[in-house]
């Protein structure tokens, strides 16, 4: 984290950065944080759409309210947030917890499907060679697609042959070590769980469909970043300016650290200089504000929800989540 911090910064003025700072206009700042909002409600309303077929009255609330919890923890201990946003949804909802933990998983690789498309979307309206730009770009692509078809085949695979597959898998790894071979049946129990909870061709189109519709509010956040920041003074700003940068500094976000702390900064501070040719102090301002926006909101959003729901669950005489007990598990609840 700190090698990509002193990447980042070190060649910025901080004195120019915080005179920036100062001049922002908060009235498009306010449009920031309500699309920002927005992305994660639709988030957490695609959530919904996944595990429709294991509960469908779910409350969009405690949705919300675990996606916020998710990115929270995650700002504190990278991946760890997975866990806990579906161990959340499923006390507070008293459903099985390991398999809220599968949708997320699913969530994810649908997540990284759908990253890899707006990658290439980005290749072909980028007015250059995005692949001379940025050298490790097209590698990155062919490895990051190759994972995901991988992905793809192994759940195919393992749902469809659940039985041969599973248990010759299991049984093989078990002749070596049969601790792993538990750590690996609890893991395809998740995944099972997870990929079955998503059920007709039709849903997952329009879970695709709500990918994108995110994707595109996440740009929009970009794009209003630029406004935010008086950036079309310096030179004009357009929405696939914003897509790009949305996409590539993605990596950064990839890249296990808490929040993204660092790695994002250096990826979007690269792209904004390199890519569009601002100065090292506009593009440090952007990804200042930006990571720091919604750093603060997630922590915020996760004590705040988290507070909200549990006096509404104890009012309704129903479970509550909490961080230090959470992965604490009955029987019946699993």
Not at 129 to 142: D, F, V
Not at 163 to 169: D, G, K, L, Q
Not at 228 to 249: C, D, E, R
Request: proline share 1%; charged share 15%.
């Amino acid at each position: 984290m700190a090698v990509f911090l002193y990447l980042a910064f070190k060649n910025t003025d901080f004195n120019i950065v915080a005179d920036i700072l100062k001049n922002i206009s908060f009235g498009w700042y306010i449009l920031f944080l309500f699309v920002w909002f927005l992305s994660h409600l639709f988030r957490a309303y695609r959530w919904k759409i996944i595990i429709d077929s294991v509960k469908s009255n779910i409350s969009l609330l405690n949705l919300f309210g675990a996606t916020m919890v998710g990115y929270g923890v995650n700002c504190v201990v990278p991946r760890l947030g997975e866990l806990y946003r579906g161990f959340f949804l499923g006390k507070w909802e008293d459903i099985s917890r390991t398999s809220m933990v599968g949708t997320v998983v699913i969530e994810r690789v649908i997540d990284l499907l759908v990253l890899g498309i707006s990658i290439l979307i980005s290749i072909s309206i980028y007015s250059g060679n995005l692949y001379s730009e940025i050298s490790w770009l097209r590698s990155t692509m062919y490895l990051g697609f190759l994972i995901i078809f991988g992905l793809i085949v192994f759940l195919f695979l393992l749902v469809k042959f659940q039985e041969h597959f599973y248990n010759a898998i299991l049984k093989f790894v078990g002749k070596f070590s049969h601790k792993i071979a538990n750590a690996l049946g609890r893991t395809f129990t998740l995944l099972i769980d997870g990929f079955t909870s998503i059920k007709g061709v039709g849903k997952y189109t329009y879970i695709i469909f709500l990918s994108f519709v995110i994707m595109l509010l996440y740009g929009a956040t970009s794009y209003i970043m630029f406004f935010v920041l008086g950036m079309q003074k310096v030179q004009p700003v357009n929405y696939s300016m914003a897509w790009i940068v949305m996409t590539i500094s993605a990596f950064g976000v990839i890249i296990p650290t808490p929040g993204a702390t660092g790695t994002y900064h250096f990826f979007v501070i690269f792209i904004l200089t390199k890519l569009f040719n601002f100065s090292n102090e506009i593009s440090s301002a952007f990804a200042i504000l930006t990571h720091t926006t919604t750093y603060v909101l997630f922590i915020f959003s996760t004590l705040f929800l988290t507070f909200i729901i549990n006096k509404i669950q104890e009012k309704k005489n129903k479970p509550v989540a909490k961080f230090l007990t959470v992965f604490r598990t009955k029987t019946e609840s699993l």
